[in-house]
């Protein structure tokens, strides 16, 4: 039977302050929490209750044959605690009905992967041990931040009792093999892989509102067809898309929640296809062959665009900066700078230093800085201060200690 995986990311950075050069070693608050309550109360009002609403409806009007996938940040969970708890009561909704996974992740959707893997393994447990105490769940399949991935990423991660990564169906690595299949990775046949079928997610994150693309509008029937006519020995269709796309990046004055309501009964309609969550995929099917990724790849791959985290100077010189005060920090076992250490990671921040070409369509709608100029360089004064900051506390720390007595002394 053929099997449909519905993901949706939701993730959003705290928001940072307009830090200027004369606030350095002055003022140590980076965080706009007005502009913080502003962002979360819009995407709450906009997308996250009212998609949340349908969800839930669609569950409990299948009895239980609709199924849906979450990959939610450390961050956004922070942020919704503190000031919408009423988003998270929703959510524990759809995870009682035990229609509804959560996937393991970066805690503050990092680039932390490529930089450091002590950190980025820091970062997953905090964030599995978020999950477990918010939600009761022990996530089995790891989304990366931006999908970025590799074969030495999927063995540290079967290193840490994980199952399954949903990766991209990057066509390099395919070359004409199909995304719709289960895979698993070299030397390890029972890590597997769920591929993102990059067509189809962004047939409804991209296009869906675009009166110029050939099949619009895009109704729910018409995708259902697209998924019914997929040919035999397709195991399972992955969509990928950001939970914004509903209400922020697709109005609703577009249909999106409509498209989203009709959906699974039109899926439904054809008895030989099914919602699925890709934890019981990976458990049911048997990988087709082997994806064998030894060069990293993101879900950049197939977008033509150049990199957009870390394809300029700005980008190269902040990245480096933030990681290279890894050992300091550590050091100073100070949990309100490590916590602030994490928030300064998140991509997002390195994507808005991005050339204007190499930006994603959906990150316009939720980029605060009027230029990469403009972010980079409060996001420099920032991380100039909290360095400051840390080297002043481990001197403080230095004095201390050597003013202390040694013990036995004479």
């Given at each position: 039977?053929?099997?449909?995986?519905?993901?949706?990311?939701?993730?959003?950075?705290f928001?940072?302050?307009?830090?200027?050069?004369?606030?350095?070693?002055?003022?140590?608050?980076?965080?706009?929490?007005?502009?913080?309550?502003?962002?979360?109360?819009?995407?709450?009002?906009?997308?996250?209750?009212?998609?949340?609403?349908?969800i839930?409806?669609?569950?409990?009007?299948?009895?239980?044959?609709?199924?849906?996938?979450?990959?939610?940040?450390?961050?956004?969970?922070?942020?919704?605690?503190?000031?919408?708890?009423?988003?998270?009561?929703?959510?524990?909704?759809?995870?009682?009905?035990?229609?509804?996974?959560?996937?393991?992740?970066?805690?503050?959707?990092?680039?932390?992967?490529?930089?450091?893997?002590?950190?980025?393994?820091?970062?997953?447990?905090?964030?599995?041990?978020?999950?477990?105490?918010?939600?009761?769940?022990?996530?089995?399949?790891?989304?990366?931040?931006?999908?970025?991935?590799?074969?030495?990423?999927?063995?540290?991660?079967?290193?840490?009792?994980?199952?399954?990564?949903?990766?991209?169906?990057?066509?390099e690595?395919?070359?004409?093999?199909?995304?719709?299949?289960?895979?698993?990775?070299?030397d390890?046949?029972?890590?597997?892989l769920?591929?993102?079928?990059?067509?189809?997610?962004?047939?409804?994150?991209?296009?869906?509102?675009?009166?110029?693309?050939?099949?619009h509008?895009?109704?729910?029937?018409?995708?259902?067809?697209?998924?019914?006519?997929h040919?035999?020995?397709?195991?399972?269709?992955?969509?990928?898309?950001?939970?914004?796309?509903?209400?922020?990046?697709?109005?609703?004055?577009?249909?999106?929640?409509?498209?989203?309501?009709?959906?699974?009964?039109?899926?439904?309609?054809?008895?030989?296809a099914?919602?699925n969550?890709?934890?019981?995929?990976?458990?049911?099917?048997?990988?087709?062959?082997?994806?064998?990724?030894?060069?990293?790849?993101?879900?950049?791959?197939?977008?033509?665009?150049?990199?957009?985290?870390?394809?300029?100077?700005?980008?190269?010189?902040?990245?480096?900066?933030?990681?290279?005060?890894?050992?300091?920090?550590?050091?100073?076992?100070?949990?309100?700078?490590?916590e602030?250490?994490?928030?300064?990671?998140?991509?997002?921040?390195?994507?808005?230093?991005?050339?204007?070409?190499?930006?994603?369509?959906?990150?316009?709608?939720?980029?605060?800085?009027?230029?990469?100029?403009e972010?980079?360089?409060?996001?420099?004064?920032?991380?100039?201060?909290?360095?400051?900051?840390l080297?002043?506390?481990?001197?403080?720390?230095?004095?201390?200690?050597?003013?202390?007595?040694?013990?036995?002394?004479?």
């Amino acid at each position: 039977m053929q099997s449909l995986c519905l993901y949706f990311k939701i993730h959003q950075p705290f928001q940072l302050k307009q830090y200027h050069a004369k606030d350095i070693d002055v003022l140590h608050s980076y965080e706009n929490t007005e502009a913080d309550i502003a962002v979360i109360n819009k995407l709450a009002d906009e997308c996250y209750l009212p998609a949340n609403e349908i969800i839930l409806s669609n569950i409990l009007n299948s009895h239980g044959k609709f199924k849906i996938s979450y990959s939610i940040s450390g961050a956004i969970l922070e942020l919704l605690l503190l000031h919408r708890p009423d988003v998270i009561a929703s959510f524990k909704k759809i995870f009682a009905t035990g229609s509804a996974e959560i996937l393991s992740e970066t805690y503050y959707n990092s680039l932390s992967y490529l930089h450091s893997k002590n950190e980025f393994q820091r970062q997953v447990q905090k964030h599995q041990a978020l999950i477990s105490e918010l939600f009761g769940l022990s996530p089995e399949i790891f989304r990366n931040t931006e999908l970025i991935y590799d074969n030495k990423l999927a063995h540290h991660l079967a290193g840490l009792g994980l199952r399954g990564i949903l990766c991209e169906g990057a066509s390099e690595i395919l070359k004409g093999r199909s995304p719709n299949c289960v895979y698993s990775i070299p030397d390890n046949e029972n890590m597997k892989l769920l591929l993102r079928n990059y067509t189809l997610s962004d047939d409804i994150a991209f296009r869906f509102d675009d009166a110029k693309w050939n099949e619009h509008p895009l109704t729910a029937d018409k995708f259902a067809n697209w998924i019914h006519n997929h040919p035999e020995g397709t195991d399972v269709i992955n969509l990928f898309m950001d939970y914004e796309t509903f209400g922020i990046h697709k109005k609703k004055d577009t249909g999106i929640f409509d498209f989203l309501k009709a959906l699974p009964d039109e899926i439904l309609k054809n008895p030989a296809a099914q919602f699925n969550l890709p934890s019981i995929v990976i458990a049911t099917a048997n990988a087709k062959d082997i994806f064998d990724v030894p060069q990293t790849i993101s879900w950049e791959n197939n977008s033509g665009r150049l990199n957009p985290w870390s394809g300029n100077v700005m980008q190269n010189n902040t990245l480096k900066k933030i990681y290279s005060l890894e050992n300091i920090v550590m050091k100073s076992k100070n949990k309100t700078a490590i916590e602030m250490w994490g928030k300064l990671q998140a991509s997002d921040y390195f994507h808005f230093m991005a050339n204007e070409e190499a930006k994603g369509e959906n990150y316009k709608y939720i980029n605060p800085f009027d230029s990469p100029k403009e972010i980079y360089q409060y996001y420099t004064n920032i991380v100039f201060d909290f360095e400051i900051n840390l080297i002043k506390q481990e001197i403080a720390r230095l004095k201390k200690k050597a003013s202390q007595p040694i013990i036995g002394a004479y």
